[in-house]
């Protein structure tokens, strides 16, 4: 198969050729990867990301990578929902380091109403910042998915996590059709997705194959597309897996972005665990989006720092929102935080 072959953008994959994809020399694959990619996207520009969670533990779902999870016990500290301004506060930190997208992220199984106010105006606050915002709440009616649309969400995060056919040795609370919908319910507000799945479950080629399958063949492509490597936990049940082997990862970078050559492919959870030559080669396959900062929800993420250190050596430069000076951030931080501070809305998690 040639480099510029099957660029266009398609909703028709199927296994087959998607098989076909992942059985290339490592070489040819990345060898197309970046051809795609260099057609949609400036090669040496990286998207940056900062994730917060702002509602901790105690998450009703069994999904077995997850240490959140109620189901098991991982000595991880719960906490309740965030007060608005401390959330504000962290996303202009986020900003102030480079970020240009706030990811809030709640372990819940979906919003409940007392909490959904609360929500909305964290949403309000971080877009007077100039930032983008998403947020992963888990599962979203039709009322909740419009609210969160009318208050400025840019993104929502539902990820899939892996195949139809494999899914369920993952997740029994929620089915696979459940996500579905709820990423149809975000498509119909008007909002864009945020989409993928986790590498290292126990799962097969064919099966990381039907995950990127499921994303590509939606009506519309997401925007983003994380692709993370599971982070063992232990007393999680999948803290005994078998590694992912590194040249699989990069394979499953490269394939995505030749299926979904318009969308962000995030270079996402267990990063800590790459070193610099293979976020190198997941760069070269075409990812062009990560998180950034200390943390990621309750795991470890690279330092920006040596993020910044990484970018500065392969002479990537962070992607930025031209739309918006750095004068306007800066006046939008200090404006933003003065109403808030203000508002009534502040959620005092004592008292709940």
Known sequence: MSA???????????????????????????????SVHRQHFDPNRVQVSTLLSIKTGACPE???YCPQSGHYNTGLDKEKLMEVQKVLEAAAEAKAIGSTRFCMGAAWKHPSAKDMPYVLEMVKGVKKLGLETCMTLGRLDQEQT??????????YNHNLDTSPEFYGNIITTRTYGERLQTLAYVREAGMKI?????????ESVDDRAGLLIQLANLPEHPESVPINMLVKVKGTPLAEEMDVDPFDFIRTLAVARIMMPKSHVRLSAGREQMNEQMQALAFMAGA?????????????NPQADKDM???KRLGIKPEEREEHADEVHQAAIEQALVEQRDSRLFYNAASA
């Not at 028709?12 to 990345?30: C, G, I, K, M, T």
């Not at 945020?194 to 126990?202: E, P």
């Open 4 to 34: 510029t072959a099957e660029t266009s953008t398609r909703h028709d994959w199927s296994l087959a050729e998607v098989r076909a994809l992942f059985e290339q020399p490592f070489n040819d694959l990345l060898f197309q990867a970046q």
């Open 62 to 64: 069994d999904c077995k």
């Open 288 to 300: 062009n989006s990560i998180f950034y900062g200390e943390k990621l929800l309750t795991t470890a």
């Open 194 to 202: 945020c989409s993928g799945g986790i590498l290292g479950m126990g």
């Open 146 to 155: 419009q609210a969160l649309a009318e208050a400025g969400l840019d993104y």
């Open 309 to 311: 250190a990484l970018f």
